[in-house]
């Protein structure tokens, strides 16, 4: 179990730094196309390479979020369960349920890829293919299944998820 | 079945789940899809789930969301709050429950810089709260203060809030920052307002703090002259229509990064954490409006925004009455939700009926934000009061939520006033 606990979470670190690297690329291309804009020198299609940068920025960081159990919950009702076996059966139940949700996401982007991809779909004015982002969008929501039905089965097995808070730690 | 029974069988399921513990956005994304499918077809499901989620991931105007989030770690990482509150404390501090009104001072000052009222609190928790606890000022006041101040957090842009709504009702996000600055630095003055009182009825809850020479007073204000400064161009820039909200976004983080270097303050250790920390946030924020979004289409083919719009103009309540309404559901839902889960619930729901009562989009849109935002002062769930009590442990939660009361007084009149003024909401973004 914990073999697989040290895979995920490196798997999920080596992503998560596509991630940070695509926010960090988003801030410095956004910042040197307002500095040039304002000189009067304008580069075409910086804006579709914006919305590509978006593709893994938030795709990945929804992953992310999914490892550190960063995902919104109300949990005034389930923090009054005295039992806390129980309290982590019915958050794994949850966690198992809601992936439902991302399992469809996934099928749908991968739908998506394989028909726009046939259509040789492109990005405007830059010509880019679209179908690797997509693809990147679909692996991404592959990874998010994947933790949360482990966390769910852990949790189920009376495991609980490294970070049990519903919020994040501002104060870290 | 009719639609409009599935739509409400779909929102029963989904506030079981949600009480459940289910992630608020997986739960919204689940009975979306599943009461899509059962509305339409199964196939037209997918393929709005496909069409919908990606056109949200490539959305540039989604790019406020990370950039945003990445100045205000950069900035807190960077400790920022402990700056302005020095630099109000000096101002402020000498009077009788000086440091409270300095607690909010410093609020509204991070909340220029901060996307969140939770990070608010919490900065002003680590920062103003031992300093007025050593000055003796009564612990219901001082965590009150804190508290309440956090809540400016959502008001004064940038805000995660309005970034939120702004995109589940296609609204300008730009409009609504501008429109979020004079309602933010009235509710400072209402709360310092209340603070006052608070003393007047007893001058022993907020004692004076220490004197400061006017040289020190000056020499405050050159911690703080850089983040003023960065706000200015960051907001300015989007109501001056120099640049889009995106764009101010990055422009705000390249120019925190830019200022916390100048200053020695950012090691390799906080620049990692700032933007890991972005990267989780963002996730979920992300994890929220996805599934909104599809939920959105599923209320939307439920048809019961149009059968309330009905019911409610062949009630022949006036549009005041019914927007009171709204906003009392909204106190209620603060008892038990989260600010962005009530808030992309009950958005699809309300906004048809808001807009054709005649209703301003950007009006109603802080209107919603100040009730999610008293909600997180008011028992049982009151979001700041936790994140408070995590950092001050040993301040019982009655005394905390005791102490916000006061200010949840201020919150309801600072609503009634813009109810009643709609121009101070509307001025700026209409400038």
């Given at each position: 179990m914990q073999a697989i606990?040290d895979i995920?979470?490196?798997i999920?670190d080596?992503?998560?730094i596509?991630?940070v690297l695509?926010?960090?690329?988003?801030?410095?291309?956004t910042?040197v196309t307002?500095i040039?804009?304002a000189?009067h020198i304008?580069?075409?299609g910086?804006?579709?390479?914006a919305?590509l940068l978006l593709v893994?920025?938030?795709s990945?960081?929804v992953a992310?979020?999914?490892?550190?159990?960063?995902?919104?919950?109300?949990?005034?009702?389930?923090?009054?369960?005295?039992?806390?076996?129980?309290?982590?059966?019915?958050?794994?139940v949850m966690?198992?349920?809601g992936?439902?949700?991302?399992v469809?996401?996934?099928?749908?982007?991968v739908r998506?890829?394989i028909?726009?991809g046939?259509q040789n779909e492109?990005s405007?004015?830059?010509?880019?293919?679209?179908?690797?982002?997509?693809?990147?969008m679909?692996a991404a929501l592959?990874?998010?299944c994947?933790l949360?039905?482990w966390q769910?089965?852990?949790?189920?097995r009376g495991?609980?998820?490294?970070d049990e808070q519903?919020h994040?730690d501002y104060?870290? | 079945?009719?639609?409009v029974s599935?739509?409400?069988?779909?929102?029963?399921?989904?506030f079981?789940l949600?009480?459940?513990?289910?992630?608020i956005?997986?739960?919204?994304g689940?009975?979306g899809?599943?009461?899509?499918s059962?509305?339409?077809?199964?196939?037209?499901?997918?393929?709005?789930?496909?069409v919908?989620?990606f056109?949200m991931?490539t959305n540039?105007a989604m790019?406020t969301?990370?950039?945003?989030l990445?100045?205000a770690h950069?900035?807190?990482a960077a400790?920022?709050?402990?700056?302005?509150?020095?630099f109000?404390a000096?101002?402020?501090?000498r009077?009788?429950?000086?440091?409270?009104?300095?607690?909010?001072?410093a609020?509204?000052?991070f909340?220029?810089?901060s996307?969140s009222?939770?990070?608010t609190?919490a900065?002003?928790?680590?920062?103003?709260l031992?300093?007025?606890r050593k000055?003796?000022?009564?612990?219901?006041?001082?965590s009150?203060?804190v508290v309440a101040g956090?809540?400016?957090?959502?008001?004064?842009p940038?805000s995660?809030m309005?970034?939120?709504?702004g995109i589940?009702?296609?609204?300008?996000?730009?409009?609504?920052f501008?429109?979020g600055?004079i309602p933010?630095?009235?509710?400072a003055?209402f709360y310092m307002?209340a603070i006052?009182?608070?003393?007047?009825?007893?001058?022993?809850?907020g004692?004076?703090?220490p004197?400061y020479?006017?040289?020190?007073?000056?020499?405050s204000?050159t911690?703080?002259?850089e983040?003023v400064?960065?706000?200015?161009?960051v907001m300015?820039?989007?109501i001056?229509?120099?640049?889009?909200?995106t764009?101010?976004?990055a422009?705000?983080?390249?120019?925190a990064?830019a200022?916390?270097i100048?200053?020695?303050?950012?090691?390799?250790?906080?620049?990692?954490?700032?933007?890991y920390s972005?990267?989780k946030?963002?996730?979920?924020?992300?994890?929220?409006?996805?599934g909104?979004?599809?939920f959105?289409?599923f209320?939307?083919a439920s048809t019961i925004?149009?059968h309330?719009v009905n019911y409610v103009?062949?009630?022949?309540?006036?549009?005041?009455?019914?927007?009171?309404?709204i906003?009392?559901?909204?106190?209620?839902?603060?008892?038990?939700?989260?600010a962005?889960a009530m808030?992309?619930?009950t958005?699809?729901?309300f906004?048809?009926?808001?807009?054709t009562?005649?209703?301003?989009?950007?009006?109603f849109g802080v209107?919603v934000?100040r009730?999610?935002?008293?909600?997180?002062?008011?028992p049982?769930?009151g979001?700041?009061v936790?994140?408070?009590s995590?950092?001050?442990k040993?301040i019982p939660?009655?005394?905390?939520?005791?102490?916000a009361l006061?200010f949840?007084g201020?919150d309801f009149?600072?609503?009634a006033?813009l109810?009643?003024f709609?121009?101070l909401?509307?001025w700026?973004?209409?400038?």
């Open positions: 606990d995920l979470r490196r999920s080596a992503v998560g596509v991630g695509a926010i960090f690329s988003l801030m410095m291309l910042v307002v040039f804009r000189m304008a580069f075409p910086t804006y579709s390479i919305e893994p920025a938030v990945i960081s992310y979020a999914a490892l550190h159990n960063e995902h919104t919950r109300a949990t005034l009702f389930v923090d009054n369960i005295k039992n806390r076996r129980l309290r982590l059966a019915i958050h794994g966690l198992i349920l992936s439902l949700f991302w469809v996401v996934m099928w749908a982007t998506e890829a028909r726009r046939a492109l405007p004015i830059i010509n880019v293919p679209i179908a690797p982002f997509r693809w990147s679909a592959a990874l998010l994947v949360l039905l769910g089965y852990k949790l189920l495991i609980p998820t490294d519903a994040p104060t870290e | 079945m009719t639609s599935v739509g409400f069988a779909g929102l029963a399921i989904l079981t949600i009480g459940f513990g289910m992630p956005g997986f739960a919204m689940l009975i899809f599943a009461g899509f059962l509305l339409v077809n199964f196939d037209a499901a997918i393929v709005r789930v496909g919908t989620t056109h991931a540039q790019g969301v990370p950039l945003f990445f100045m950069i900035l807190f400790g920022i709050g402990r700056d302005l509150f020095d109000a000096k101002w402020l501090g009077r009788r429950g000086g440091l409270a009104i300095a607690t909010i001072g609020s509204a000052g909340a220029s810089v996307a009222s939770l990070a609190t900065t002003m928790g680590l920062v103003a031992p300093e007025m000055h003796n000022y009564d612990t219901a006041m001082a009150g203060a956090g809540t400016i957090g959502s008001l004064i940038p995660g309005f970034i939120i709504y589940l009702t296609e609204t300008s996000i730009g409009k609504l501008a429109a600055i933010g630095i009235l509710l003055i307002i006052s009182v608070w003393c007047r009825i007893n001058p022993l809850a004692p004076r703090g004197k020479s006017f040289r020190d007073k000056l020499q204000f911690k703080i002259g983040v400064a960065l706000f200015a161009l300015g820039g989007i001056a229509g120099w640049f889009t909200p764009e101010a976004g422009i705000g983080a390249a120019g990064m200022i916390a100048v200053r020695g303050r950012l090691s390799w250790e906080a620049a990692r954490h700032a933007i972005t990267l946030s963002t996730g979920m924020i992300f994890g929220i409006l996805f909104a979004m599809v959105n289409s209320v939307t925004p149009l309330i103009t062949e009630s022949g309540f006036s549009p005041m009455v019914v927007l009171l309404m906003l009392a559901v909204y106190f209620l839902l603060g008892m038990v939700l989260d962005s808030m992309t619930l958005i699809p729901l906004f048809p009926l808001v807009t009562l005649g209703f301003d989009a950007i009006l209107l934000v009730m999610t935002e008293i909600a997180l002062l008011t049982p769930v979001m700041n936790y994140v408070l995590g950092i001050a040993d939660l009655t005394t905390m939520f005791k102490g006061p949840v201020a009149i600072h609503v006033l109810i009643s709609p121009i909401v509307l700026l973004p209409n400038l």
